[in-house]
């Protein structure tokens, strides 16, 4: 008669030593888009860990907080991470995607005189230091024969450099989506003409992990997961645009045909996660550190993990095979 009470303690012991086991991963993301596409297209749906998710207005909170040991997991564009790495901080690039890279560009109102690259010659402009808007506006300054000292920056994050563009204490920001968008609908901003990151930027934004979470199995088993996850959500959301930017609209507070442009212009997809990033990430440090943004010279390849994609890799192949 004591059999089935015995079998009944053991199960409830086994059960709660395997509640207790559970991996929590800690996930920092930009503006929260890729989190909600992965809740949007089921793929939070009976996770085998617990998912903690805090958002981010831009890449470097996101990196102070890896660096930190605030987060296991954090989604962010590629330049933040030569700085953080630069710095020493112990984490690693683990997967990716890309955004359109002229989803990435420079704004500016329709009375600041700028109508072309050429223009920006004696101009106040903002940027995220270190960051994309960083980036682009040194490449376009050399795109049009300018020097970084024919203009002058202002380093403000994305919502004080809209609110300086608005204001006019700058003639033009360079930001990125969905920031171009908000500009673009709301406040009448204006593309400037080449302005936009196609042949400067690479687009491509990481998935970084702590060398201290990558070192556990359970939060390594979970990463890889999580990244799979992630490419299918980020392939649903190609694939059902209307209801993702309804989506995205109800959870970020932003009108609806905000975040349908803003969609239709980043254009993410997940990518095959390989060296040849670790080449695209090493020529923006070697153009920073050119540019005396970065401290040092630095060399990324160290920084790469490539363990755990093989499931995400083969989630970006088949849809790139479908494109073909």
Same mark, same amino acid.
């Given at each position: 008669?004591?059999?089935?009470?015995?079998?009944?303690?053991?199960?409830?012991?086994?059960?709660?030593?395997?509640?207790?086991?559970?991996?929590?991963?800690?996930?920092?993301?930009?503006?929260?888009?890729?989190?909600?596409?992965?809740?949007?297209?089921?793929?939070?749906?009976?996770?085998?860990?617990?998912?903690?998710?805090?958002?981010?207005?831009?890449?470097?909170?996101?990196?102070?907080?890896?660096?930190?040991?605030?987060?296991?997991? =954090?989604?962010?564009?590629?330049?933040?991470?030569?700085?953080?790495?630069?710095? =020493?901080?112990?984490?690693?690039?683990?997967?990716?995607?890309?955004?359109?890279?002229?989803?990435?560009?420079?704004?500016?109102?329709?009375?600041?005189?700028?109508?072309?690259?050429?223009?920006?010659?004696?101009?106040?402009?903002?940027?995220?230091?270190?960051?994309?808007?960083?980036?682009?506006?040194?490449?376009?300054?050399?795109?049009?024969?300018?020097?970084?000292?024919?203009?002058?920056?202002?380093?403000? =994050?994305?919502?004080?450099?809209?609110?300086?563009?608005?204001?006019?204490?700058?003639?033009?920001?360079?930001?990125?989506?969905?920031?171009?968008?908000?500009?673009?609908?709301?406040?009448?901003?204006?593309?400037?003409?080449?302005?936009?990151?196609?042949?400067?930027?690479?687009?491509?934004?990481?998935?970084?992990?702590?060398?201290?979470?990558?070192?556990?199995?359970?939060?390594?088993?979970?990463?890889?997961?999580?990244?799979?996850?992630?490419?299918?959500?980020?392939?649903?959301?190609?694939?059902?645009?209307?209801?993702?930017?309804?989506?995205?609209?109800?959870?970020?507070?932003?009108?609806?045909?905000?975040?349908?442009?803003?969609?239709?212009?980043?254009?993410?997809?997940?990518?095959?996660?390989?060296?040849?990033?670790?080449?695209?990430?090493?020529?923006?440090?070697?153009?920073?550190?050119?540019?005396?943004?970065?401290?040092?010279?630095?060399?990324?390849?160290?920084?790469?993990?490539?363990?755990?994609?093989?499931?995400?890799?083969?989630?970006?192949?088949?849809?790139?095979?479908?494109?073909?």
């Amino acid at each position: 008669m004591r059999f089935p009470f015995l079998l009944a303690v053991v199960l409830s012991s086994l059960a709660t030593s395997a509640l207790a086991e559970k991996v929590t991963l800690r996930l920092g993301d930009v503006k929260g888009d890729r989190f909600i596409s992965l809740r949007e297209s089921g793929q939070l749906k009976d996770l085998p860990y617990d998912l903690k998710l805090t958002s981010f207005d831009s890449g470097a909170p996101v990196q102070e907080a890896l660096n930190a040991g605030a987060l296991d997991v =954090g989604f962010t564009g590629d330049l933040p991470f030569l700085f953080v790495y630069a710095a =020493g901080a112990p984490v690693k690039a683990v997967g990716a995607w890309q955004n359109n890279p002229d989803s990435i560009a420079l704004l500016t109102r329709p009375d600041s005189g700028i109508h072309s690259l050429k223009d920006l010659k004696g101009k106040q402009i903002a940027v995220n230091r270190g960051g994309w808007g960083h980036y682009l506006l040194l490449g376009l300054l050399d795109r049009a024969g300018l020097k970084p000292s024919d203009v002058t920056l202002r380093f403000l =994050g994305p919502v004080d450099g809209r609110a300086a563009l608005a204001s006019h204490a700058v003639d033009a920001w360079a930001t990125w989506e969905p920031y171009v968008s908000s500009a673009v609908v709301v406040d009448q901003d204006l593309l400037v003409p080449q302005g936009g990151g196609k042949g400067i930027l690479s687009g491509y934004s990481y998935a970084l992990a702590r060398e201290e979470a990558l070192k556990d199995p359970g939060k390594r088993k979970a990463i890889a997961d999580l990244q799979a996850r992630l490419a299918k959500a980020q392939i649903w959301a190609q694939h059902h645009p209307e209801a993702f930017a309804k989506a995205l609209s109800t959870s970020l507070g932003m009108p609806e045909n905000i975040t349908q442009r803003w969609i239709a212009s980043a254009q993410i997809r997940p990518v095959e996660f390989t060296p040849k990033l670790a080449n695209s990430l090493q020529q923006s440090a070697d153009f920073f550190y050119k540019n005396h943004v970065l401290p040092k010279s630095i060399d990324v390849h160290q920084a790469f993990d490539y363990s755990l994609s093989s499931q995400s890799n083969q989630l970006a192949l088949g849809q790139e095979a479908k494109h073909e």
